[in-house]
């Protein structure tokens, strides 16, 4: 949508729209819209010219404009950070910040029990008790703007009969994941963006659990005896807990699911491709705008690698989506994403899980630490009391 970009001054710039686009505010804060050392970019295009991908030596070499730069990074193990004496504003209060890779969760709680590390993160969440039971630390939770959700390849049978995506979305009681697998600390999703998104409508109504319409709807499609699939998730533990719950779920109205599990670059490229049956993915609306959490999920135009990885193709959505990101008028904007939500619990490309919290464990010393609602960390403010 940007026809062109011009440099008014050295504090203003100016991008000229293709058309109308309501979301474009929005999408400029993206973490993919972080400024760029136009010398990195420089050497950034050196190195593909010699066979590097795009984004090689920038990935290796970061450099940016915020409170904290680059000090020492050893791959795999941590990276550490050092204040940045000539950031323009008021600088952080912290002299380094050390990023350190713990892979075993319940080392981790053990590095914050023992005051090695100030906080750990991802907190499993069956480790939450046992950081509540610490003197001296807590959990820190709040709500995200993410979606774990069980996709299905709508180009596949029997997956390009609506009546299967609603019988088995019915067949699966949400409560049993959120309080089973994830001890409460999310809510269940209605559609695919959450609560604290712009956009999202809390009167679009859900489909809701019941088993006995799953199994009518699976025999009014043909399918009264079930039938065989498999669910592809990666090697995450949440994610595997899920899909043996879905496995357990769906063999009660009939479908046989065998799961595989798959390394995450080769998961990625296979789901693009459309190999898949049905899958387990996430996504965070990371812009806060509706249409970030809609337009690459589900309209036609990204099907595979660019995000419609259920390969959703419905005109009337497409339709929808284009005007929604294309309109001025907030309440109009809204009316549509209502229309666009009521649609996409319709059509069922995928079951909406769980919208989740972040949840970490902190060090009660630590003051002033804050996440935002896409799960980035702000550390600007720190203190260790």
Do not use: C
């Not at 609603?166 to 309080?179: C, E, G, N, W």
């Not at 999202?200 to 009518?216: G, H, I, M, R, T």
């Amino acid at each position: 949508m940007i026809d062109s970009i011009e440099v008014i001054d050295d504090y203003t710039v100016q991008f000229k729209l293709k058309y109308p686009f309501a979301p474009f505010p929005a999408h400029l804060t993206h973490n993919g819209g972080g400024i760029i050392s136009p010398e990195a970019i420089k050497k950034d295009y050196e190195g593909m010219e010699n066979g590097d991908e795009p984004g090689a030596y920038i990935s290796l070499n970061p450099s940016g404009t915020g409170w904290f730069k680059l000090d020492e990074w050893k791959s795999g193990e941590y990276v550490k950070l050092v204040r940045n004496e000539d950031y323009w504003g008021e600088k952080a209060k912290l002299d380094s910040v050390t990023f350190k890779v713990v892979k075993e969760s319940l080392t981790r709680v053990a590095e914050l029990e023992s005051g090695t590390s100030h906080v750990i993160d991802p907190l499993s969440p069956s480790d939450i008790s046992r950081i509540e039971g610490l003197a001296n630390a807590s959990v820190h939770k709040q709500p995200s703007l993410a979606l774990s959700y069980v996709g299905f390849n709508m180009a596949k049978e029997p997956f390009d009969d609506v009546r299967v995506r609603q019988a088995i979305s019915m067949a699966i009681d949400k409560s049993q994941i959120i309080d089973g697998i994830y001890e409460g600390t999310g809510v269940p999703a209605t559609g695919p963006i959450a609560p604290h998104v712009w956009g999202f409508d809390e009167s679009v109504q859900p489909l809701e659990y019941n088993v006995e319409e799953a199994k009518a709807l699976l025999a009014e499609a043909g399918f009264e005896n079930g039938f065989e699939t498999t669910l592809w998730t990666n090697d995450n533990p949440d994610r595997i807990k899920i899909a043996e719950y879905v496995q357990a779920a769906l063999a009660e109205i009939g479908i046989d699911v065998k799961i595989e599990i798959l390394e995450w670059g080769a998961y990625l490229e296979q789901t693009a491709a459309g190999q898949h049956d049905m899958f387990i993915l996430g996504w965070t609306t990371v812009t806060g705008d509706a249409d970030y959490g809609l337009y690459p999920l589900f309209h036609s135009e990204n099907l595979g690698d660019p995000g419609n990885r259920t390969f959703t193709k419905d005109a009337e959505l497409d339709e929808i989506l284009e005007q929604a990101r294309q309109e001025s008028d907030e309440t109009t904007r809204l009316q549509l994403y209502k229309q666009a939500q009521e649609k996409l619990v319709e059509i069922a490309p995928m079951i909406y899980v769980i919208h989740t919290d972040f949840i970490v464990g902190i060090d009660n010393k630590v003051k002033g630490f804050e996440i935002t609602p896409a799960g980035m960390f702000k550390l600007k403010d720190v203190t260790i009391e």
